[in-house]
């Protein structure tokens, strides 16, 4: 089992910048990928964010150039740094890690909301 716990949400204006953390209860290191989603009420989950082991990272087109995923060894975190942040960009946050056994886990969430 992987415990995640995710902070760093909350209310912001936009144009303004939030940065999200999960920590893990595991070596983030040890996991082939560590994820970042969102869920907007009323839609579906979406991916944000991906970073693999070997530290490729992938953005969802919605947030390319304004977000930013980042593992930090200190906090044996994965950080999402958001920048720009739109009205559309709120959402329920999620951490997401695939663990080499092939098991998802998932964190219970953070909210986010980005006032116009």
């Known amino acids: 089992q992987v415990q995640l716990v995710e902070s760093g949400g909350g209310l912001v204006q936009a144009g303004g910048s939030l940065t999200l953390s999960c920590a893990a209860s595991k070596n983030i290191f040890s996991f082939n990928a560590m994820s970042w989603y969102r869920q907007a009420p009323g839609k579906q989950r979406e991916l944000v964010a991906t970073?693999?082991?070997?530290?490729?990272?992938n953005y969802g087109d919605s947030v390319k150039g304004r977000f930013a995923i980042a593992r930090n060894a200190a906090k044996n975190s994965v950080d999402l740094q958001m920048n720009s942040l739109k009205p559309e960009d709120t959402a329920v946050y999620y951490c997401n890690v695939l663990h080499p056994a092939g098991q998802v886990f998932w964190g219970q969430g953070t909210q986010v909301t980005v006032s116009s």
């Open positions: 970073i693999t082991s070997g530290g490729r990272t």
